[in-house]
Structure formats: C-alpha cells, structure tokens
C-alpha cells in the first residue's frame, strides 16, 4: 500500500469498500471507507478496526508498518459492526494490545463477541494514555452514533479521530479533503449526515460546543469513512452546526409516488405554483429516489410536500417507508403538507397527516386530495397549494 501519512508516525492502514451500494438501505453510490489509525511511538495504537471481509486487508496495512505483535493498544471508538467486525480476529493476532473502550462499549463488545471482551479496559473521557511522545486522550460521545461512541484526539498532533462524526461514505483514492472534488465531498458529507447523524442534532450541537469549550485546538479531524478534514477541517464542523441547529434555505421538497399519474400530475402543478412564487423547488419519486436521497434533500429545506395515491384505503407502501424512515430521523424545524389523489373512499392524506403529527411534526391542514384524475379545476388548486405554501415560507 501507498503510505498514507497523516503526521509523522500516525498512519492511515483502512480500507476503501469501492463497491458499496447499499449500507443497511442507505444508498452508497459512491462506496465507503473503513478508516482506521496507526500510531506509531515509543508504544504502539491502532485506533478502530474494519468490516469483517476486509480484516485481511487491514492485516496486510499494519504489517507493512509493524507487526501485529507489537500493537500495545487497539481503541474502540464505536462498536457497529461496519467498525468493529474484524476485532475478535484482529484481537487474536495482536495478543499483546490491551483494548480500550468506554464502559458502553465494553458491554456492548461481550454482547456482540462473547467473553473474550471481558479482557476490555475501560476508559472515560479526559483519560489519558501516553504513547511516548505522542498522549491519547478519549472523549465519550454517546449517541454519535450509538450509546458506545467516543473520540480519540492524539494530543500533540492535533488530531481528533472521531469515527462516524464528520464522516462520509465515499470511496476514494485520495485520503485527504484537499484530494477530492470539494463539491461532492459536501455532498456525500451532508448525505450522512441526515441519513446517520440527524436524530442526534441537539447532541451533536452539545458535542462541538464542549470541544470547543474544552480548548482542543484541532489540525485534522479523521473520520471512520470517507476523507480526512486536514486542509480545512473548519469547513466540516461549520457545515454540522448549521445541518443540526436545522439552518434551513426558501426550498421546498417534494417527495411522491404515483400510480397512474394523478398524484405526480398533482406535483407537477403544485411545482408550478411554488416557481411562481420565486421559490426552489424539488421533486423526488420515489422508485425513482430512494429514501436516503429523498432524507438528504430536506436537511436545508423549510417544507416538505409528501403526495401519496390511495391504495385499498391505505397511503401507497412507498411513502409508508418513507414516512417511517423520515419520522425516526426526526429532522427539525420543517413545514410539512400532504396531497395525493383517490378513487372513492381515499386515505392516503388522511393516514400520512396522523403519521406526521405523531412524529410530532408541524404539519399544514388541511392537505389535498382529487378524485381519479386532476381536471382544470383540480389542477388550479394544486396551483393555489403551492402557491400559498410558498408564500408562507417567503413571509
Ligand atoms: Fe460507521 Fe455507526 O457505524
């Protein structure tokens, strides 16, 4: 491998998943990392380890530097499997590292790898452990992404390994934010954000602001996927203050599905109406769109439109996966309004508006509904719709 130097004696020995494309449902059109770090002193740490499949490769990468051996310490900063899978057999090789957690992790390790991890030290935040030159000090950060979660900032270096937090699934040659294209980087940052991270916004605004508080300086920010924040780590912990206080721009999402083209006929004069107004507007379909595109547009958006047909009285099973995906991700601070079109007893608004309310979402009543095929007049209203609703957000 192509050494991948972050600071003298910390290296990067991860694995790039190129091939990717479904991370439990989410959409990886552009593949994944599993980063995981070297550090090299008087004593040696691996912090993090890989997926199951690639342990061999993360092997090959820590061998090509050390022996397996000599690893003194192995940090687990998250336990998800997509990090932690390749530890029992890691853990086997490297027979003299003592393995550090915190406390949830230690439990969470014995639950998914039995008694072996009862062998698991335990630390918590402001701990410290000193690798010659070089002192690790943990940071718990429950919640960012499980209960388990903690950071790992190499002191000296200026370096805070913070697994999920900041990351991306994006494949990649380049390690380093100043070795991709910026644009896509934002977009595959903010793409995980709302897809991993969004539920825990209030915690993650809590979690920069005791870094903060804290007086860390920090030179690079290195994630568990995706590049390393080194040339301008700023631009990332900006970007999470904004996405978790719920910054919103004048745009509106529209997220449908259809049957036989009443309720995208519906969208497409509701699109209309918005335009008018001078305000952005997108639509997704799903089947088109998955659930975690459709999530991501509404991060920065101020209302979401969801337009369903009714199907045997019920909203179609498209937005019932939706909804429940987008409810449990609990984005703040939108306006929501429903529309959709029915054949006789209709539904499908009906049952999305109780949906939304009970996810404790703010919601525009009363929504709209056309009988099997939007007429002239039909087609004004969808007009006035989003016409009103833009004016609203524009108010
Ligand atoms: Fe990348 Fe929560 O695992």
């Known amino acids: 491998m192509v050494k ?6 910390v290296n990067w020995v991860g694995v790039v998943d190129w091939n990717l494309r479904d991370f439990h449902g989410y959409s990886t059109k552009r593949g994944s990392s599993y980063n995981a770090y070297l550090i090299m002193d008087e004593k040696t740490a691996l912090v993090d380890t890989v997926k199951h499949k690639f342990g061999n490769e993360l092997v090959q990468h820590i061998s090509e530097l050390t022996s397996m051996e000599k690893l003194d310490y192995i940090i687990v900063n998250h336990v998800e499997m997509d990090h932690s899978s390749s530890l029992p057999m890691i853990a086997k090789l490297a027979k ?14 014995i639950k998914h790898y039995g008694s072996d991890f009862n062998r698991v030290e335990v630390v918590k935040t402001g701990d410290e452990v000193k690798l010659g030159k070089k002192t690790l000090r943990f940071l718990e950060a429950p919640m960012l992404h499980w209960p388990d979660s903690m950071f790992t900032y190499l002191v000296e270096d200026k370096i805070l390994m913070c697994n999920d937090a900041f990351g991306q699934h994006l494949a990649s040659a380049g390690r380093f934010d100043d070795e991709v294209d910026n644009h896509v980087l934002m977009e595959e940052a903010i793409k995980y954000y709302a897809n991993i991270l969004m539920p825990f916004a209030p915690l ?3 979690k920069i602001q005791e870094v903060v508080q804290l007086g860390i300086p920090i030179d690079m ?31 509106i999402v529209i997220v449908l599905d259809t049957m036989w083209g009443s309720t ?25 769109s998955d659930n975690s595109e459709a999530v991501t547009e509404i991060v920065d958006a101020k209302v979401v439109l969801v337009g369903s047909p009714t199907i045997n009285n019920q909203m179609f099973p498209t937005l019932g996966s939706f ?33 939304a309310k009970k996810a404790g979402f703010e919601v525009q009543e009363p929504g709209l509904e056309v009988k ?10 969808c007009f006035g719709f989003g016409q009103q609703i833009a004016q609203k957000i524009k108010a």
């Open 96 to 109: 003299n590292a003592k393995i550090l957690a915190d406390q949830r992790g230690k439990d969470a390790l």
């Open 221 to 251: 920010i290195a994630p568990s996927h995706g590049i390393i924040w080194h040339k301008n780590p700023s631009q990332i912990i900006n970007a999470y203050l904004d996405w978790s206080a719920g910054k919103s721009e004048n745009k």
């Open 372 to 381: 099997y095929v939007p007429d002239e007049e039909d087609i004004k209203k």
């Open 323 to 355: 909804l429940t995906y987008v409810t449990g991700l609990k984005p703040r601070g939108k306006l929501w309004g429903f529309f959709g079109s029915y054949g006789w007893g209709g539904g499908a608004v009906r049952g999305m508006i109780e949906m």
């Open 204 to 206: 993650i605004t809590k």
């Open 4 to 9: 991948v130097v972050l600071k003298d004696g």
């Open 264 to 288: 995208d006929k519906m969208a497409r004069h509701i699109v209309d109406g918005i335009k008018s107004q001078g305000v952005e507007v997108k639509l997704l379909k799903l089947r088109a």
